[in-house]
């Protein structure tokens, strides 16, 4: 009996250890205001054990109250650069459009395009998170019919995961971009939410269906996991 009460606890007790750990290993990396200081943005990363994979999510708040909870940014081990080196300089570029990192950080060029987004359906939408290389882009809070127009550097591939503000619902996509050698011109780039589907678009050729989403973290469909 005395036994069978050791093992409960030990299983009690390893169990709160899973739980607790994240919260304790969790630490701010970066907090960055709006310009007109509606919204807040807190990218926050989590590693429960010194050599254990490490977890990025951000939250935002908009007006005092969290409009985004732990939406998965980044995974990556001991072997994996910091987060802070791989996105660095974290911005708004307008009062609800908020970036990190750069396209190439290598040193290598990327393409000029003109991306526009379009919320063609009648709900909010919480998010939309556009990554090309190593660049990642947060549009918060696209409203019903609502429009944007965005200069975008870009390299090889293009991806979109969004979120609607009342149901929770999510929708990814992904394509790559292949441009011809010689081109010069900007590429004229969309992003459409219809219905519950994302989808990006080129009038110019080259766009190929993509497996979703960035090659940092998992598919939207295990984020579970984190």
Same mark, same amino acid.
């Given at each position: 009996?005395?036994?069978?009460?050791?093992?409960?606890?030990?299983?009690?007790?390893?169990?709160?250890?899973?739980?607790?750990?994240?919260?304790?290993?969790?630490?701010?990396?970066?907090?960055?205001?709006?310009?007109?200081?509606?919204?807040?943005?807190?990218?926050?990363?989590?590693?429960?054990?010194?050599?254990?994979?490490?977890?990025?999510?951000?939250?935002?708040?908009?007006?005092?109250?969290?409009?985004?909870?732990?939406?998965?940014?980044?995974?990556?081990? %001991?072997? *994996?650069?910091?987060? #802070?080196?791989?996105?660095?300089?974290?911005?708004?570029? $307008?009062? &609800?459009?908020? =970036?990190?990192?750069?396209?190439?950080?290598?040193?290598?060029?990327?393409?000029?395009?003109?991306?526009?987004?379009?919320?063609?359906?009648?709900?909010?939408?919480?998010?939309?998170?556009?990554?090309?290389?190593?660049?990642?882009?947060?549009?918060?809070?696209?409203?019903?019919?609502?429009?944007?127009?965005?200069?975008?550097?870009?390299?090889?591939?293009?991806?979109?995961?969004?979120? %609607?503000? *009342?149901?929770?619902? #999510?929708?990814?996509?992904?394509?790559?971009?292949?441009? $011809?050698? &010689?081109?010069? =011109?900007?590429?004229?780039?969309?992003?459409?939410?219809?219905?519950?589907?994302?989808?990006?678009?080129?009038?110019?050729?080259?766009?190929?269906?993509?497996?979703?989403?960035?090659?940092?973290?998992?598919?939207?469909?295990?984020?579970?996991?984190?």
């Amino acid at each position: 009996m005395k036994r069978a009460a050791t093992v409960f606890a030990s299983v009690c007790t390893a169990l709160l250890a899973i739980l607790v750990a994240p919260r304790i290993a969790t630490r701010v990396l970066f907090s960055t205001v709006s310009p007109r200081q509606r919204y807040k943005v807190e990218v926050s990363q989590y590693r429960p054990f010194p050599f254990d994979e490490r977890a990025v999510f951000v939250n935002v708040y908009r007006d005092g109250h969290t409009r985004t909870v732990h939406k998965l940014l980044y995974t990556g081990d %001991f072997l *994996d650069g910091d987060f #802070r080196d791989l996105y660095p300089n974290p911005r708004f570029r $307008s009062e &609800d459009i908020y =970036e990190l990192g750069d396209v190439m950080n290598d040193g290598s060029t990327s393409r000029p395009g003109n991306l526009r987004i379009v919320n063609a359906t009648q709900k909010e939408i919480s998010y939309l998170l556009i990554e090309t290389g190593w660049y990642k882009l947060v549009v918060l809070d696209l409203k019903a019919g609502a429009t944007a127009d965005l200069n975008l550097q870009y390299t090889g591939w293009l991806s979109c995961q969004a979120r %609607f503000a *009342d149901s929770g619902q #999510r929708f990814a996509s992904a394509v790559s971009i292949v441009d $011809s050698a &010689d081109s010069k =011109e900007s590429r004229q780039l969309s992003i459409t939410v219809r219905g519950g589907n994302v989808a990006i678009e080129s009038p110019q050729p080259g766009l190929r269906a993509s497996h979703c989403c960035a090659s940092d973290r998992p598919d939207p469909q295990h984020e579970w996991l984190y």
